[in-house]
Every structure is written in C-alpha cells, then in structure tokens.
C-alpha cells in the first residue's frame, strides 16, 4: 500500500489562501488539541487575526469514554472570549469519521450559543461516520481506513504529514 | 481393644523418646512401646510407617461455644475437629453464654462432651461470677464439678483489689488461676497494636504496656500470695522477659502463647485482613521473634490454638467492628511443626509445647506415652502438607489468616483412650 | 493481599480508597486532570457529559453534609446520576450488615459508590466485595483515609508553589485522630516533598507518626520555622477537654494559628484547612481572613479534584 503523502506546508499554504477573503476582524478562531491546535497557531498569526484564539480538548465529550476512558494529557480547553453571537472558525488537522468534530461542536456550544461555525481542515482523509463536512480543506487524500495519519510539529515549528499502516 | 501400632517413630517429649518404636495399646491404656507385653494379641493393627506416633495434643485453649453461642459452633463440629487436629484433650474457657460459673453448667457440658466420645473437654471455670470482675465465683464448688481451673476469659477485672481477693481465694483451695493479662483501660477502644501499622491504618491502638502493666501487677499478686498463676497468650517481648525472670525468682507462673502469635505480626494486618483480628492483637516483628525464642528457651511453656470459630457475618466487616479470633483446633500441630521447621528445633522439644507441658499445667495425666498412661495417641505425616481450605476444615469456624496456605503435617489418625475417633480419609 | 486492590491489571485506578502505595504518575494524572476540570467550572455550561448515563450513590454511614455535597456537585458537573443515602440511620440500624447494603445497592446498577463510614478499612472491605465495574471513593473512613481530601490538598500546594521538591510543610493539630493528615502525608512524600512536618502535642500524635515520613514538633513556633506551607487539622469539640487536652483555650494557645506565629513562617506561606474551621481554637480569625488563607479556593479546587477521580474512574470498559 502507498499513499503520497502531500508537503504539509504547502497544504497549509493553500489553506491560508482560501482563508484570507473569508475572515474579519470579529472571526473567533478554535483549535482541537493537539494537531488543530497547532495549525490554528499559524493561521492565527498569518490572517492577523484579533480575537485571542481558543483551543479545544475534547477528552471530555468523546464518545468512546465508555470503552477506552479519559485520555491522557488533558490540557484544558481555553475559549478566552465570549462565543456568544460569533461566528467562529473551528480548525482540527485530521477530518477522519467526524467523531472529534461532533464532541468539539458540543463542547462549544456548553461556552456559548455562536451565530455559526465553520469547520477549516488540513487533510481530509474521507472515513466519515457521521454527517459532517468541512467548508474549507487544505488537501483530499484517500487513506485506508485502518491506516493512522498524523500531523506532527519539528521544533522548528514546520508541520509534516506521517502515515503508519494500520494493523 | 487391642491396637499395635507399627513401624512408626515415636516421639514421646515427656520420657525423651524419638525413635521407630511400635506402640501397644491395650484397655484405653499404654501398654508397652518397643516390643510387645507379654501375651500381646492385637485386635487392630495400625501401620504408622513412616508416621509420627505422638501423645495426643493438649490445647489450653479451645472455645467449643457451647452452651449459648451454638450459631458458632456446637460440641459436635468442634470435638471432631479437635480429634481431626490430633487434639486428644482441651480446655475451654468458661466465656461461654451464659459462663462457666456455676456448676450445673460445667457438669452439663463435660456430660455432653464426653457423650461425644471425641477429645476430652477439660472447663476452665469462671473466676468471678458471670465474669463481671466483681463477685468470686463458688471455685470449691465447681471444682467438684469438674474445673480444672479458673478464669475471666478476655472479661477484665477493672478493679485489682478484687484481682488479689480472688487469687488468695484461689491459693487457700490451691487451685491454679490462669489470666490473660491486659490492663482493660489502656486496651480501651483498641483493636491492634499500638504501632506504625495501626498508625497507618488508622486503627485504635493497644499499646504492648497494657499488657506489660497487667502482667507486673499479677507477677506482684503472685509474690503476695503464693498462687499458682498460669498467663495465658502472652504478646510482648516484654511480657516474654518479665516471666523469665519471674521464673528465675522461683514464683510459681506459668504461662501459654497462640499459634498464631508465634508465626504472624502487626504487618499481616495489611489491607485489614479482619482473620487477623485475634486477642491479644497481633504486636510487632521484634515481639513476634521473643515470643519464639521464649517457647525454645522453655519461658514460655505451651502453645494452644486458641481456638475461637466466629461464623463469617461477624468477619465480613471493617476490621475494628469485625468479631475477633480465629479457628485454631486443627492448625495447632502444624503451626507448630512449622514453628520447629523455621526454629530448626527438634520435633520432640517442639511438640513437648503442646503435649507433656500443657497437660502439666492442666494437672492431668496426658500428654505422653508412657506405659499405663492413656492411649491419647496422635499419628500423623510430618512430611505432608496441607492447604488450609474452608472445605479442609473441620471446624464450624472457617476463618483463619492461613487460609490458602500450605502447611505441615497431616494427621492421619486420632486414638482417643485406646479407641480410634478420627481417621482420615483415603 | 500482594495485588494493590486500587489498581486493575493494567496499573489503571480502580478504587480510590487511600493515597498510601498509589503511584507517582497516577497522583499527578489526577492533578492534572483536575486542572482541565477547574476551567469548566468557569463556563457559562459548567457541565461535561462523561458520566451520561452512570449512577453515583453517595452512602454516608458518617453524615458530613458538606463532603457529601461536594461529591454530589462533581458527580453532577459531570452529568451522572447522583443517589445520596444517609445509612446512619436506616438499614444499618436494622440489622443489615454493610455488605448486605451495598449488594441491594449494586443490584440498583450503581456505577460508583462515594463510602463515608466511621470504621478505618470499611471502603477496603466494599472495593475487595464488590464486582470489577463497580467503582469504589472513600470518602473518609475512621482515621484511615480522606484521599480526595489529600489530593485537593495537594492540588492546592501545587496551585500555589508549583514544585513539591522544594517545599516543607507543616501538619499541625490533631493527627492522632486526623484521616486528613493522613492522606496529605501520603500525597506529599509520595510527590518528592522533602520536608514535612507534623506539629502537635504527645498526646494528638499517633505512635511512630515518624514512620509516615514526618519530623514531629511539638513546640509550634520552632515547626512553623521558614516553612512554605501551613495545614491546619480541626479539633473535634469531643476531644477538647478531656485526658488528651485540658481545654480549647490551652490548645490555641499553643497551637492555634495566629498572626504572631504565622510571621515565623516564610513570608509567601499558604494556610490551609480542611474545614469545617473552629475560629479561635486551631486558627485566629485573622489569618483565617487574611491574605495567606488558601482555604475557600481548597473548596473550589476539591470539587474539581473529585471530578477528575470519577471521570478517571468510570470510563473504559470493564
């Protein structure tokens, strides 16, 4: 099995390009932990964006808490403005069965009631298990569906795309 | 009845004998040992080779709960069990419901006990009446009726005053008194030695000078009036030093510890394992050892099991409100075999703890093998051993801290006054 | 019993029933976790769905009104099912015995049991009878353990001083009888505090209390010398006159937290107390208002504490 894999940078490059007209000094930005979190870091700062980011972690709404339990390394989320009225831009690495992206929709929505939410990905690897769809992606891949794909950050901060086989 | 048992090792403590020596039993007595009396024609004949031919085990201390706490256990469970441990003869403590102090009571439970036909019951009665601490017991009158000696069980005797009158009592009839010594006050409250242990579970501790000041004031009783004091189930080192040397002094003391005090400490509390609540509590390592050292040295005279069945309600609780004791009647011989293993004892120095010495202290005629002595017999495989099992026991009472261990000596026959009252089975 | 009863086979929590033998790593788990859980007290929604669907029954064989709620409120944050059982005063008094209470219970499908009870090892003895997806919390028994105390207590250190390998702390009052002090002790040699201290008189010190890992003072200003941390222990109203002390008025005076005594410690210390407070007996009404009182965010902290040892507790299959 071979997937090419893209250059995560240049994915995200044309992320930010698809970004640039849609965003306006009101857009609330939230990121999942962790790999969400990290490319909305750079979107943040490369739209210029005004309202602090927040950051999401999601151990606590996943729906597999009854089989696998707490995950490990909870930071906590940090919505540091109001959700109330905003329309905010959720942002996650992986768009994969849609799991994460229900319980990040829920934990927002426990911070505030938001004019709307749009979801900005980095890979979409298709997978979905849920009726969910995001309004801006930076690539499409077709990855198996035992396969893990994973966004990792170098301490340079550049972001590469790894793919392990699954098993 | 005429048995020969052959091809066995006897090990006689009391007469120093240990070696392969069959055994003639004859009319419920010893007949002879080595080679057969005259004329000698056995009805039976038992093969103990490879076997240990032992006098029949004496326990200072057996609760048999009859009368008053029959949910426990009955005469019929306990005796047998006691013959399945090798236990010929037993003293019961009279905190029984109501206690031993009055003579109809006695004289009831040794009929119902020797109409068993299983190991012989041997009272101890109360020493005050209704073991309240307050008013002497009739000692003269239940004498006759059958007390080889007199009590308070674990009741304490708040008030010393009342302690002396009653052990000049006592010394004016002759009659032994045996105490377990603990200062009521300072065990107040308490369920385990007052320790790190306790300290780290947060149990109320008995602190090992409740048991210390207890024993300085009988030891002081004693040398006032002259009474033949046998303290029961000593647990201190301390304790252990202040008999020796009381003994030294020529005072005329005695004393026993548990079987189980001479194996486990305050440690095997662990995650309050309620089978560990005994009386006195389980005290430190370092008293567990003395203890030990005490029995080689003679300081301590006897081991008894202690023997106290509690049904499984009363141990399923949180340490401190569980009931506490332990079945004892059938580990006694191993716990004491084992004791001889660890002590690299020889065995006949170790079952001398619980057979000629025991029986000395009782004043009966058992405890060893000697020729016209009763054939209290016990035969059994000191190279086997067995797993303590709830199913394994004989007893009513299942609740040990040895449960699931595996440990020596299984007994393989029980003779009881020349007649055979236990045989295990195949 | 050679296995750790708290512990599943693969080193998980299984019961929280004291801090004493529970790992490094799972203590700092539960801090850590807790601190995700102070955040979403903060929200407008202070609800998280993790134990949808799962009944927690508190069984106070012991009343204490304010643990119980406490409990009750983290149970609730984190969307269970909350059954509050007084026992004190029903069953128990009828004759049934403890684990005839919790069998009943159980058979009402209860995912966790929070235990209060008056006996040291009652939590113990239900974690040992009950079946693997039932979940155990002491609460508090006897003088054993208060674990949730001992880590909200530890929280709190670590909220305020960050690291625990440079800390002394002082443990001060009634340890002897104190499931408190005990639980805190465990928690802090276990994180690495190099020094802790237990102040009190002879007679509120358990023996061999130096066996928990603790210097033992009983003049109190020479153990409040330069410490980072000060635990105050309440003083039961039963236990102030008697043969252990001869008065409440003779305890503060020689170990009642004032102003005075406090200024021997370090000038940033943190005075804490488990509540409920005697004023005027282990703590001046001063410090216990002043600007070194830690002991309201104690409260708030401990509710996080507690959310984060059920939500470890009740998920993953069992």
């Known amino acids: 099995m071979s997937v090419a894999l893209p250059d995560a940078e240049r994915v995200y490059a044309e992320l930010v390009r698809q970004l640039e007209p849609l965003v306006t000094p009101e857009t609330g930005m939230v990121g999942i932990q962790t790999g969400g979190a990290w490319v909305a870091e750079r ?116 972001l590469s795309l790894h793919l392990e086989p699954g098993g | 009845m005429k048995i020969h048992v052959r091809g066995g090792r006897l090990v006689d403590p009391q007469h120093r004998i240990d070696g392969v020596r069959d055994l003639f039993v004859a009319e419920g007595r010893v007949a002879g040992a080595g080679v057969a009396p005259a004329g000698f024609r056995a009805d039976h004949v038992i093969d103990a080779t490879g076997l240990v031919v032992a006098p029949g085990l004496v326990d200072l201390a057996a609760r048999l709960r009859e009368p008053g706490l029959e949910y426990k256990a009955t005469l019929d469970s306990e005796l047998y069990a006691a013959v399945a441990g090798g236990v010929t003869s037993l003293a019961c403590p009279p905190d029984t419901d109501p206690p031993l102090d009055e003579p109809g009571l006695v004289e009831m439970l040794k009929r119902r006990a020797l109409s068993r036909n299983l190991a012989h019951v041997h009272p101890v009665g109360a020493l005050t009446a209704k073991l309240e ?12 009726a059958g007390c080889v000696a007199f009590s308070q069980a674990d009741a304490p005797i708040a008030d010393t005053a009342v302690l002396w009158r009653a052990l ?64 029961c189930r000593l647990s201190t080192a ?91 009647l059938e580990l006694l011989l191993p716990l004491t075999l084992k004791w001889a293993a660890e002590h690299k004892l020889a065995l006949a120095d170790a079952l001398a703890r619980v057979t000629c010495e025991p029986a000395r202290i009782l004043g009966i005629e058992a405890g060893h093998l000697g020729a016209g002595a009763p054939a209290d017999v016990c035969i059994f495989d000191p190279g086997a051993y067995v797993k303590v099992t709830p199913a394994m026991l004989k007893s009513q009472g299942k609740n040990t801290p040895f449960l699931g261990y595996e440990l020596p000596g299984r007994v393989r026959c029980t003779l009881v006054a020349g007649t055979v009252r236990y045989e295990a089975g195949a | 019993m050679a296995r750790n009863l708290q512990l599943n086979e693969k080193g998980e929590l299984q019961h929280l029933l004291t801090i004493e033998g529970l790992p490094r790593e799972i203590i700092v788990r539960i801090l850590d976790t807790a601190a995700s859980f102070v955040g979403v007290t903060e929200r407008e929604v202070k609800k998280v769905p993790l134990l949808r669907g799962k009944s927690v029954f508190n069984l106070f064989f012991e009343a204490s009104t304010r643990t119980r709620t406490t409990f009750e409120i983290a149970a609730k944050r984190l969307s269970a099912d909350v ?41 113990h003895l239900i974690a040992r009878h009950v079946a693997p997806h039932h979940h155990v919390i002491n609460a ?57 201290r237990a102040i009190g008189p002879q007679t509120l010190l358990p023996t061999g209390v130096e066996s ?107």
């Open chain 1, 43 to 158: 979107l943040h700062r490369d739209l210029g964006l005004v309202v602090p980011l927040g950051t999401l972690n999601i151990s606590f709404y996943r729906d597999d808490y009854a089989s696998s339990g707490l995950h490990a390394n909870v930071r906590p989320s940090q919505i540091p403005f109001d959700v109330n009225g905003r329309r905010l831009l959720l942002v996650d690495d992986v768009l994969f069965t849609g799991r994460t992206v229900r319980g990040a929709m829920n934990e927002l929505f426990d911070y505030g009631r938001p004019e709307s939410i749009g979801l900005v990905v980095l890979v979409d690897r298709g997978g979905r298990q849920l009726p969910i769809c995001a309004q801006i992606v930076g690539a499409t891949l077709a990855v198996p569906a035992g396969a893990k794909l994973d966004l990792r950050r170098d301490g340079a901060g550049r």
């Open chain 2, 133 to 144: 601490g307050a008013r002497l017991a009739e000692m003269a009158t239940l004498r006759d």
């Open chain 2, 168 to 231: 000049q009592y006592a010394a004016t009839l002759g009659l032994p008194v045996w105490l377990r010594p603990q200062d009521p006050m300072l065990a107040r409250d308490g369920v385990a030695h007052d320790g790190e242990v306790a300290t780290r579970l947060g149990l109320p501790g008995i602190p090992a000078f409740a048991e210390t000041i207890a024993v300085g004031t009988i030891l002081e009783l004693v040398r006032a009036t002259g009474t033949r004091v046998h303290l």
């Open chain 2, 238 to 328: 301390a304790a252990a030093a202040m008999v020796r040397a009381a003994k030294a002094d020529g005072l005329p003391v005695t004393c026993d510890v548990g079987a189980h005090h001479v194996h486990l400490s305050e440690v095997d509390l662990a995650a309050y394992d309620s089978h560990c609540n005994l009386v006195p509590p389980l005290r430190s390592l370092r008293d567990r050892d003395a203890l030990r050292a005490g029995l080689a040295d003679g300081t301590i005279d006897a081991i008894c099991s202690d023997h106290t069945p509690v049904d499984e309600d009363a141990k399923q609780m949180p340490f401190g409100e569980s009931a506490p004791g332990a079945t004892g």
């Open chain 3, 83 to 123: 059954i509050n059982l007084n026992i004190s005063t029903s069953s128990q008094s009828k004759g049934e015995t403890l684990l005839d209470t919790i069998d009943n219970l159980a058979a009402m499908h209860a995912d966790m049991f929070v235990v209060r009870h008056a006996a040291s090892g009652a939590a």
């Open chain 3, 140 to 196: 508090g028994d006897g003088r054993h353990a208060h674990p949730t105390q001992g880590l909200l207590d530890a929280y709190t250190i670590r909220h305020y001083k960050q690291d625990f390998t440079r800390l002394s702390v002082a443990v001060v009052g009634d340890i002897l009888h104190s499931r408190v002090a005990r639980s805190l002790i465990h928690a802090l040699t276990t994180l690495g505090t190099p020094d802790v």
């Open chain 3, 212 to 318: 928990l890992g603790v210097r033992v003072f009983h003049d109190m200003r020479e153990g409040l010398r330069d410490v980072d941390v000060i635990v105050m222990l309440r003083l039961q109203n039963e236990r102030m006159k008697g043969p252990l002390l001869p008065s409440a008025q003779e305890f503060f005076k020689c170990y009642g937290l004032t102003a005075e005594k406090l200024a021997v410690a370090k000038p940033d210390a943190i005075v804490m107390h488990p509540g409920p407070m005697n004023r005027g007996v282990e703590i001046d009404s001063m410090v216990a208002d002043g600007r070194q009182a830690v002991i309201l965010p104690q409260v708030t902290f401990g509710i996080a504490v507690r959310m984060a040892v059920m939500s470890l507790l009740g998920g993953g299959a069992a």
